[in-house]
């Protein structure tokens, strides 16, 4: 008893400190769990992910994804889903590199709805992103590992913040390394989390310019001719192909195969070529595929540490602030 009880002091203290979030601690792996405030909740979001992404792989695409546009936009704190008001028209979730392309925001309505129901008012909505997007990695890749959570959800979401904040396709090496290091995380990170391209699907959009009126240089010539079949000029609407042809649903190191074949579908991805650092790193992850998970898994969690952790825990539902 005596025992049980001093054991218990430590908890109750990291819980307290935790409460505490609000002003400037860290997260903690097992929150929910250790401060008993919703010891299920890790499990609710999990069998959610579990239900869709496994009818749906390209949902588990999906969420990876929308944990990174979320993290790099005012840090994790799910100002991605927040829904459009009269008082606020335009939030992250209409600006281009998230409209209409990102896909997974009916898996975390239901995750909310599930814990609200055992557990009202808790679990923040920023949370359920990082869970669904830890699960959707092992569901697809079978990449394993804890991420801390008590993270909170921001009350602020502008689509004016996302074009500055996000790499694009179209960007070099010089341009992806910097928008990585204001977030705080390192040209390696950047190279182990491109990975996660070797999952879900690309619009056509997003890399025609690479095919008309030529092929660029930078990609294999008959990949681009393929390419081209997919994708034809001048087409009524914006079609989509695997990012990865080779294992179009499997999170796992073929992608660093095909950017080193010239067979990414971005310049972002071929501009990892361009440096001996780079470089290297993506060969020693196209030759060794369990260094790429354990890489991939420390920058995901890397990649969830970024921001503050100032806000609420929405109530209800991820879609608006509280009043
Ligand atoms: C240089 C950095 C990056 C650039 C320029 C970039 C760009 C893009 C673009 C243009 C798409 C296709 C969107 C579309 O047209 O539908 C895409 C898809 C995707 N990206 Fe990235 N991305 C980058 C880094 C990342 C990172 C760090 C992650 C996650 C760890 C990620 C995960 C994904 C996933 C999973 C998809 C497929 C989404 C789906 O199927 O719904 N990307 N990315």
Known sequence: MGARNTLQIPVILSCIL??????????????YKKCKFCPQAEDI?????????????GLGAGLIRMFFHDCFV????????????????????????????????????????????????????ADIIAFAARDAAFILGKISYDIPSGRLDGKVS?????????????????????LYAVQGLSIDDAVALSGAHSIGRSHCSSFTS?????????????????????????AMDDGVVPQDFVTPNKLDNQYFKNVADLK????????????S????????????????????????????????????VRKTSCRVVNY
């Open 45 to 57: 979001v999990r069998g959610v992910v579990y239900k869709y992404v496994s009818k749906e792989p």
């Open 264 to 275: 990414g579908l971005f310049f972002s991805d071929w501009s990892l070529l361009t440096s």
């Open 74 to 125: 005012r840090g994790c704190d799910a100002s991605i889903l927040l829904d459009p008001t009269p008082q606020n028209s335009n939030p992250e979730k209409l600006a281009i590199p998230n409209f209409p392309s990102l896909r997974g925001f009916e898996i975390i309505d239901e995750a909310k709805a599930a814990l609200e129901h055992v557990c009202s008012g808790i679990v923040s909505c």
């Open 210 to 234: 690479r095919l008309y009126p030529t092929i660029d240089t930078t990609m294999n010539q008959g990949f681009g001719s393929f390419l081209r079949t997919q994708c034809p000029q001048n």
């Open 277 to 312: 650092e780079t470089a290297k790193l993506l060969n020693d992850f196209k030759n060794d595929p369990e260094l790429f998970k354990t890489k991939f898994a420390e920058s995901m969690v890397k990649m969830g540490n970024i921001g503050g952790t100032q806000g609420e």
């Open 18 to 31: 935790l409460f505490g979030a609000i002003l400037t601690t860290s997260l903690e792996v097992g929150y």
């Open 158 to 178: 502008n689509a004016t913040e996302v074009l500055g904040a996000l790499p694009a396709p179209f960007h070099n090496l010089t341009v992806v390394k910097a």
